[in-house]
T-cell receptor
Framework: KAGVTQTPRYLIKTRGQQVTLSCSPI?????VSWYQQTPGQGLQFLFE???????NKGNFPGRFSGRQFSNSRSEMNVSTLELGDSALYLC??????????????FGPGTRLTVL | GENVEQHPSTLSVQEGDSAVIKCTYS??????FPWYKQELGKGPQLIID?????GEKKDQRIAVTLNKTAKHFSLHITETQPEDSAVYFC????????????FGTGTQLKVEL
């Protein structure tokens, strides 16, 4: 079974631009969560989607948004990019999402660099 | 919200020795405790997890222990090998929090020959 895939793997943008990242979960998984990883702040939860609905949200500004499609694929968007948005963005999928102890599997991440 | 502390931040051991990484958490409602291994340029890989109704779980050279009363859990790696060198993260999931994981700050494990 294929793992979680994320595209693109690397991205370079300039301040003020916007960016869209994509995540395809493991087949059959319905929950997709997004995390930001930086050397200074570590791994931080952005949001979670289940059945096309945002179910949980972390403490990030409204410039960070996401959505999920009927096939469970998810995208996250960051508008008006800032230098501090440079990070590794990780997507994780889990089977059902209705149980709080569901195992999450991570993709390889998208490395975003903002210049 | 949940707060997770992880120690040590770096750990260097000789090949064949054991390694122990400890995490403490703040929310007594937390009920799921996974450990992830992250190698350079890759996403975190689940290596073992434990749920609140179990005190210890073992998978070959890796074991995790959970003390809910003291709100801490530990990762034990025995007979370490060079390929165990990586960054290890503990995480916590809280009842009612959906699938939100709160991560520790990571431990850089180096296994020396």
């Amino acid at each position: 079974k294929a793992g979680v895939t994320q595209t693109p793997r690397y991205l370079i943008k300039t301040r003020g631009q916007q960016v869209t990242l994509s995540c395809s979960p493991i087949s059959g998984h319905r929950s997709v969560s997004w995390y930001q990883q930086t050397p200074g702040q570590g791994l931080q939860f952005l949001f979670e989607y289940f059945s096309e609905t945002q179910r949980n949200k972390g403490n990030f500004p409204g410039r960070f948004s996401g959505r999920q499609f009927s096939n469970s694929r998810s995208e996250m968007n960051v508008s008006t990019l800032e230098l501090g948005d440079s990070a590794l963005y990780l997507c994780a999928s889990s089977l059902a999402g209705m149980v709080s102890t569901d195992t999450q599997y991570f993709g390889p991440g998208t490395r975003l660099t903002v210049l | 919200g949940e707060n997770v502390e992880q120690h040590p931040s770096t750990l260097s051991v000789q090949e064949g020795d054991s390694a122990v990484i400890k995490c403490t958490y703040s929310d007594s409602a937390s009920n799921y405790f996974p450990w992830y291994k992250q190698e350079l340029g890759k996403g975190p890989q689940l290596i073992i997890d434990i749920r609140s109704n179990v005190g210890e779980k073992k998978d070959q050279r890796i074991a995790v222990t959970l003390n809910k009363t003291a709100k801490h859990f530990s990762l034990h790696i025995t007979e370490t090998q060079p390929e165990d060198s990586a960054v290890y993260f503990c995480a916590v999931c809280t009842t009612g929090g959906g699938n939100k994981l709160t991560f520790g700050t990571g431990t850089q494990l180096k296994v020396e020959l």
